[in-house]
């Protein structure tokens, strides 16, 4: 986004933006400037919603929500990926439509010339035994044609199965947190809507990382950062490809899982629950061992055609639970 504000205008803002940076204990980098220097502006009105909102909550605000919020409100670059892969897949889906029908259609084609031949009467006519012949010879070569351009439509569809593939891979890649390898909340966003149009059950298992702030302001961001990437490793590799695993804050992940039954998304909470606390740590700087870190879970369930944001809200509210009920355990969402 580009500013043209008088220099008094300017200045007036980056005074505010300062204040704005310390008020909320952030680090003065170019994309939480960008992000500070929008809201203040109030010229993206979704943006300062989401921070309004933020504030009004009393959620701190880090690094990673304004990372988040560039990405999603002024990345342009970002924007432009999307509307390319976008593009890009609808024209790849039209091929393989097109691919599709064609071959349909030569089968077809195929079927009614063959029994149109049958019916020809050629009874005591030698032309039309000669036509007859003619037409046997050209369907011959006609088949032998169509069916080698069919062998040509099957070879674009498998290339286009591929080319869709990559798309994917490319799509999920752009979509990934860097730090842990994880989904980012738009592509979460993105991809359970399509399950709830579906009419898919979902299930979503929130984590919190248990005094993370105080670990990383004991032994600092390089260390915090190796530990939030191995307890993601790690919560990842409970559900591999049957759910999506999401960063949704600092030291908070979601796992959405469609169509699991409860008791089973709980057999896997409770899994990633002791996996992370037998995890250990150790400094390479100092060969010290590092304390050990749990995690605090709310599991949550949502019907078919409810909204995410019934989901995320239950499972958030549980995991509140299950840090006021001491930590290091697992709590379901029940209606009241």
Not at 126 to 139: K, N, W
Not at 262 to 288: H, N, P, Y
Not at 322 to 327: R, S
Request: proline share 3%.
């Amino acid at each position: 986004m580009k500013y043209h504000d008088p220099m008094a205008q300017a200045q007036d803002k980056m005074t505010r933006l300062c204040l704005f940076l310390e008020e909320h204990q952030l680090a003065p980098h170019p994309i939480n400037y960008h992000v500070a220097y929008a809201y203040i502006s109030a010229d993206n009105a979704e943006l300062n919603k989401e921070i309004a909102l933020c504030i009004s909550n009393k959620q701190p605000l880090d690094d990673f929500i304004l990372e988040n919020l560039y990405q999603r409100h002024l990345s342009q670059e970002q924007k432009s990926q999307d509307l390319l892969i976008k593009g890009v897949t609808k024209v790849v889906n039209n091929i393989e439509t097109l691919t599709t029908e064609g071959s349909l259609a030569i089968n077809q084609y195929i079927a009614q010339l063959d029994s149109s031949l049958l019916s020809i009467d050629e009874n005591n006519l030698t032309e039309s035994r000669q036509v007859l012949a003619s037409i046997i010879d050209a369907s011959h070569k006609l088949k032998t044609s169509q069916l080698k351009l069919q062998d040509n439509l099957m070879q674009a569809q498998t290339e286009t199965k591929k080319t869709k593939q990559k798309l994917l891979a490319l799509k999920q890649a752009t979509h990934k947190d860097p730090l842990t390898g994880l989904f980012k909340q738009n592509y979460m966003i993105e991809q359970a809507q399509l399950w709830i149009d579906e009419n898919k059950s979902l299930c979503a298992i929130n984590i919190s990382i248990d005094d993370f702030n105080d670990f990383s302001c004991r032994y600092g961001h390089i260390i915090s950062d190796v530990v939030l990437n191995k307890i993601a490793s790690k919560v990842k590799s409970y559900v591999l490809e049957s759910g999506l695993p999401v960063r949704t804050k600092q030291e908070e992940f979601l796992i959405i899982l469609p169509e699991l039954e409860l008791t089973v998304v709980t057999e896997i909470a409770e899994k990633m629950r002791s996996g992370v606390e037998k995890l250990r740590f150790v400094s390479s700087r100092t060969g010290r061992r590092l304390p050990t870190i749990t995690i605090s879970m709310g599991i949550a369930q949502i019907s078919p055609n409810e909204e995410l944001n019934h989901l995320t809200r239950k499972a958030s509210s549980a995991t509140e639970q299950a840090k006021q009920a001491g930590k290091n355990t697992v709590i379901q969402h029940f209606k009241k």
